[in-house]
């Protein structure tokens, strides 16, 4: 258990559809990290904020969000969904806003129907 | 361009049996590179991360190598078991300075161990 949580573990919907993904960092990490990881593709870094505010973005589609709270929990926000955005999302954790060790946590996995 | 390259794409071995996976990368300026165990389905965990001063870092049965003047490091995995079958990613960090750099994911080996 690498202390990284994050709600659903499923999800299914159709497209056109709007949903949205939770994750709770480990206890003590500013950082949040969200990826995509679809079948058959290596991780895709979607975003990461630190303490709040966006630090780096990576492939993140436009109609893809996602924010950090005060509590530091971060939401990651999926609209217009299309049949290709199913796929796994992970998000990830660590202390620094830099490029130190990652905690991942389970995944929720989405299909779009 | 920045990139990241794992070989075997997949790999089978026999129980007990060791092996060695290997990462090609041409990211610049490099950072630190490391090693993730991803069981299918759930999230990635860390093996092993070494900077660029190091050359071989070991974690229980795997041992990760680094070669920064040839950009290759690989992951040696001794007496296999079946709890090693799994997909193994290398990851790569540039750093420009204190600003933020950036991540370069492979694709991943999957390896599957055979009883």
């Known amino acids: 258990d690498s202390g990284v949580t994050q709600t659903p573990k499923h999800l299914i919907t159709a497209t056109g559809q709007r949903v949205t993904l939770r994750c709770s960092p480990r206890?003590?990490?500013?950082?949040v990290y969200w990826y995509q990881q679809s079948l058959d593709q290596g991780l895709q870094f979607l975003i990461q904020?630190?303490?709040?505010?966006?630090?780096a973005k990576g492939n993140i589609l436009e109609r893809f969000s996602a924010q950090q709270f005060p509590d530091l929990h971060s939401e990651l926000n999926l609209s217009s969904l299309e049949l290709g955005d199913s796929a796994l999302y992970f998000c990830?954790?660590?202390?620094?806003?830099?490029?130190?060790?990652?905690?991942f946590g389970p995944g929720t996995r989405l299909t779009v129907l | 361009k920045n990139q990241v390259e794992q070989s075997p794409q997949s790999l089978i071995i026999l129980e007990g049996k060791n092996c060695t996976l290997q990462c090609n990368y041409t990211v610049s300026p490099f950072s630190n590179l490391r090693w993730y165990k991803q069981d299918t389905g759930r999230g990635p965990v860390s093996l092993t991360i070494m900077t660029f001063s190091e050359n071989t870092k070991s974690n229980g049965r795997y041992t990760a190598t680094l070669d920064a003047d040839t950009k290759q490091s690989s992951l040696h995995i001794t007496a296999s078991q079946l709890s090693d079958s799994a997909s193994y990613i290398c990851?790569?960090?540039?750093?420009?300075?204190?600003?933020?750099?950036?991540?370069?994911f492979g694709r991943g080996t999957q390896l599957t161990v055979w009883p």
């Open positions: 990830a954790s660590s202390v620094s806003e830099g490029l130190g060790e990652q905690f």
């Open positions: 206890s003590g990490d500013l950082s």
């Open positions: 904020y630190y303490n709040g505010e966006e630090r």
């Open positions: 990851v790569v960090s540039a750093s420009r300075g204190s600003t933020l750099g950036r991540l370069y």
